[in-house]
């Protein structure tokens, strides 16, 4: 909603909700994050989410229509982001941090980070040949791929990125609506964790 400029209300939940913020529940009963309504619609799917952005509020610029030739390539990305990306990071999450010490899995942990270390080599190919990862642009599909490798960074993973991701997540993190977010977000995120 940053880059397209349009108007939003931001809640941050401690995590997992559904340990944290019971009462979540009552409004998204399977306790996932993302959680966005937009009058009587409802999302939970991040994907989703970002194509709807950009149909909705973008523009025409921050999506890719069926008559481009990179329209292919940039559902892919949108896809790639949360379906090969961020769902390794959130079994690493779980098993490094937020199972009681019992319960963590350091086998589960070291195996879904090699998993996901193979699958940013092919960001890693893309963006060391260009600026964004298709139609020569900056589109919803960015951050997609862009927030696993931001979460993954926060995750202490960055060390390992190679030095076309690391750069192309530099290149992400310095746009002034990646900018805008953050400090919007920073406040409510101080409040929900000393609460
Ligand atoms: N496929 C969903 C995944 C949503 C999801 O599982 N989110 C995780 C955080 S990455 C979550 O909320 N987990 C809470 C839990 O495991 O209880 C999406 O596209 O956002």
Not at 78 to 84: D, K, N, R, V
Not at 86 to 113: C, G, H, K, N
Not at 148 to 171: C, D, E, I, W
Request: overall charge negative; hydrophobic content about 45%; charged content about 20%.
């Amino acid at each position: 909603m940053q880059e397209a400029g349009a108007p939003y209300e931001l809640s941050t939940l401690p995590f997992p909700p559904r340990e944290a913020a019971r009462d979540y529940l009552e409004v998204n009963p399977i306790g996932t994050v993302p959680y966005v309504t937009d009058g009587d619609v409802v999302m939970n799917e991040s994907a989703a989410v970002l194509e709807y952005i950009a149909a909705k509020f973008g523009a025409g610029v921050l999506g890719v229509g069926p008559d481009d030739p990179a329209f292919g390539s940039w559902l892919n990305w949108l896809h790639f982001g949360e379906a090969a990306l961020a769902w390794p990071l959130a079994l690493i999450l779980r098993f490094s941090m937020f199972e009681p010490e019992d319960r963590r899995q350091p086998y589960v942990v070291a195996e879904y980070t090699r998993f996901f270390l193979e699958r940013v080599a092919l960001v890693d190919k893309t963006v060391a040949q260009q600026e964004f990862l298709c139609a020569n642009r900056f589109t919803v599909a960015d951050i997609s791929v862009g927030y696993a490798l931001f979460l993954s960074h926060r995750m202490g993973l960055g060390t390992q990125h190679p030095p076309a991701v690391a750069a192309y997540l530099k290149r992400l993190q310095a746009r002034p609506a990646f900018q805008a977010a953050r400090a919007k977000q920073r406040p409510q995120a101080k409040e929900t964790i000393t609460s």
